[in-house]
């Protein structure tokens, strides 16, 4: 009998070391508020972690997005239908039809097949009303601001795009034809920008390398 009541005795100083170490854990994880900063005019969006800006994504809004109020962030789709018969990827809603998500592509769960023309859009007003990002930007939102108590504010100001300024983000139309179909900033492994690195650009870098290599090599040869 004292051997039983030392177990339990035992156990239940494991259970209260345990509850010690992951209270503050998730007190920390509950400490961190976002909000997210749609400025329609300017076509950026500003992220901020506790009061503090931290992010700028280049955006496209549209004639229906909300150029004003304060909403919080509903749920998320890894893939989700649009208007139009396109697809979205990392779609985070924000109030109604309004939600952050991908340039649309044209198959549903195919990143290969995006709208490049759209993409090359991001920082002008091109969409029904959503707020489209790159891929990189908009999983972002979806892995970082759904549990995290995160709040959505739009306004208007032009004349000012926000603290961070106004991001850039590379265009695309003119890429070969299977390179346009993707997102530069897709981490999806097959993506050809990334030449199956994980790192954007590195398929491009690598492609101008080897020309310039090429063109030196010709130009040994004629001389």
């Known amino acids: 009998m004292r051997k039983i009541r030392y177990r339990v005795l035992a156990l239940c100083v494991a259970v209260i070391i345990l509850l010690g170490t992951l209270v503050p854990e998730i007190e920390s994880q509950a400490a961190v508020t976002y909000n997210i900063r749609v400025n329609v005019a300017a076509n950026v969006v500003t992220i901020y972690q506790n009061g503090v800006a931290v992010k700028a994504m280049l955006c496209s809004t549209g004639p229906s997005t909300p150029v004003s109020g304060t909403y919080d962030v509903g749920t998320h789709y890894r893939w989700w239908p649009l208007f139009d018969n396109v697809y979205g990827q990392y779609c985070t809603r924000i109030t109604g039809h309004i939600l952050f998500h991908s340039v649309p592509y044209l198959k549903n769960g195919d990143p290969s097949s995006l709208e490049y023309d759209e993409y090359d859009k991001l920082g002008t007003s091109a969409s029904l009303g959503c707020i489209r990002l790159t891929v990189a930007d908009a999983k972002w939102i979806y892995d970082n601001c759904f549990k995290s108590n995160a709040t959505v504010t739009f306004y208007m100001d032009a004349a000012n795009p926000g603290p961070l300024g106004v991001p850039t983000t590379q265009k695309i139309t003119s890429s070969g034809?299977?390179?346009?179909?993707?997102?530069?900033?897709?981490?999806?492994?097959?993506?050809?920008?990334?030449?199956?690195?994980?790192?954007p650009g590195a398929a491009e870098a690598a492609a101008r390398q080897a020309a310039a290599q090429q063109t030196t090599t010709v130009q040994a040869t004629t001389a």
Request: no cysteine; glycine share 18%.
């Open 177 to 199: 034809i299977v390179m346009r179909g993707w997102d530069p900033t897709d981490p999806d492994p097959n993506n050809p920008w990334t030449g199956g690195n994980g790192v």
